[in-house]
Each structure stands twice: as structure tokens, then as C-alpha cells.
């Protein structure tokens, strides 16, 4: 079984470039959820959607940060403009539909590593 | 609201020595609680998780975890680490619900095992 994917594993912009991230879960986990690590802090939650509608987005920074699930399969999470401060690892899970998703846990992928120079 | 603090951010043990990485929580309602290591390079893979019962739990990699609900701790524990038990390792918290929620993350615990 596949696991969550996470393209591009490094990227490195300019200020003021706009950014696309994608997210590819586990097939079958409606429950995908953004995470952000900025250097030296703690994992943040951004959002979480189920299939495709957005759950919860109240870890979302700013209204640079646009993320979308269409059809309910991948994910894409875009930064326009970036800035500085959106440097880290921007990590990507999915779960099981429901309670089943809290028992088994949340499957992480590798992440992807934004620069903003 | 909820938060967890994972009161080391590096641990540095000998090989084949017992470690305990602490984590404790605040939270005003029941929770699940889990470990995460991140290997270099790697993605976040979870070792073990609390959900109820014994409060005693097993993970990979011969890792186990005491849930202290008095204390409010988790802490993580192995007899004996190895090498390759060189990582960063997350503690985190969510309260559950059907449709899922995120989880809360302690700032991290970086494992250094030397020979």
C-alpha cells in the first residue's frame, strides 16, 4: 500500500512567488490534514478537510494560503505571495473516515521543505 | 486549550542504555495521545499510541509509553536503544471526535545515540 506523497520535496522561491504544494493520501482516507514546522517550533496544524470539503481551517495563517481538495483524492496547498516567514516543512497526513481514523492514527508524509529567499 | 510540552529538545545516550523522553499535557477533556519519530529524511511514523485502558503501551521498535492521567505525562521509554534509534521524536494530543481532529504537537525530542 502506498503511502502519503508529498511533491516537491524542496522548493526554494523568491519573496513575493507564488508556490504550489501537493499532497497525494492514502487511498480511502477521507480525513487529510496540512501541518506546518517553522524552524525550531513546534508542528502546526493548518487545516483538516474531509473528502473535500475543509473541516477545520483555523490554523491557516493568512489569507495567502489557499488550499484546495477537489474530488476529495489530492491536495494542493498554495502560497501567493510568499514571504519570508512561510519558510519550514510543510507535512501532509490522512486518516480512516470517523472514529476509525482516531484509532488507527494519522499517516504522515515525507514533507516538503519551502525556502522563501 | 490544550498543549504538550516536551520538557528535553536533545537527549544524548550511549548505546545499549535506557532512555525516557518526557512529554506532559494540558487538556481540559479526555484525550488521545501519541508518539511520532521522524527519522532523517523521513516522514513522521507514528510508535505508539494511547487511546484508553492499560495505561501501559507497546509500540515499535520495543518502545513503550505510561499514560499518567494524574500527572498528565506520557513519557516514552526503551531498556535499551540502539544506533539507529538516532532521531527526532514528537509528542501529540488530539480529543477525537467522528470526523476527526488535528493533532497538537510538543516541540520535539531529538535522540542521539552514540557508541
Known amino acids: 500500500e502506498a503511502g502519503v506523497t508529498q511533491f516537491p520535496s524542496h522548493s526554494v522561491i523568491e519573496k513575493g512567488q507564488t508556490v504550489t504544494l501537493r499532497c497525494d493520501p492514502i487511498?480511502?482516507?477521507?480525513?487529510l490534514y496540512w501541518y506546518r514546522r517553522v524552524m525550531g517550533k513546534e508542528i502546526k496544524f493548518l487545516l483538516h478537510?474531509?473528502?473535500?470539503?475543509?473541516?477545520?481551517e483555523s490554523g491557516m495563517p493568512n489569507n495567502r494560503f489557499l488550499a484546495e481538495r477537489t474530488g476529495g483524492t489530492y491536495s494542493t496547498l498554495k502560497v501567493q505571495p510568499a514571504e519570508l516567514e512561510d519558510s519550514g516543512v510543510y507535512f501532509c497526513?490522512?486518516?480512516?473516515?470517523?472514529?476509525?481514523?482516531?484509532?488507527?492514527?494519522?499517516?504522515f508524509g515525507p514533507g516538503t521543505r519551502l525556502t522563501v529567499t | 486549550a490544550q498543549s504538550v510540552t516536551q520538557l528535553d529538545s536533545q537527549v544524548p545516550v550511549f548505546e545499549e542504555a535506557p532512555v525516557e523522553l518526557r512529554c506532559n499535557y494540558s487538556?481540559?477533556?479526555?484525550?488521545?495521545l501519541f508518539w511520532y519519530v521522524q527519522y532523517p529524511n523521513q516522514g513522521l511514523q507514528l510508535l505508539l499510541k494511547?487511546?484508553?485502558?492499560?495505561?501501559l503501551v507497546k509500540g515499535i521498535n520495543g518502545f513503550e509509553a505510561e499514560f499518567n492521567k494524574s500527572q498528565t505525562s506520557f513519557h516514552l521509554r526503551k531498556p535499551s536503544v540502539h544506533i539507529s534509534d538516532t532521531a527526532e521524536y514528537f509528542c501529540?494530543?488530539?480529543?477525537?471526535?467522528?470526523?476527526?481532529?488535528?493533532?497538537?504537537f510538543g516541540k520535539g525530542t531529538t535522540l542521539s545515540v552514540s557508541s
Open positions: 478537510f474531509v473528502k473535500e470539503s475543509k473541516q477545520d
Open positions: 487538556s481540559s477533556v479526555s484525550v488521545y
Open positions: 497526513a490522512s486518516s480512516q473516515p470517523g472514529l476509525a481514523g482516531v484509532v488507527d492514527g494519522q499517516y
Open positions: 494511547y487511546l484508553s485502558g492499560s495505561t
Open positions: 487511498s480511502g482516507h477521507d480525513n
Open positions: 501529540a494530543v488530539t480529543w477525537g471526535g467522528q470526523a476527526g481532529t488535528a493533532l497538537i
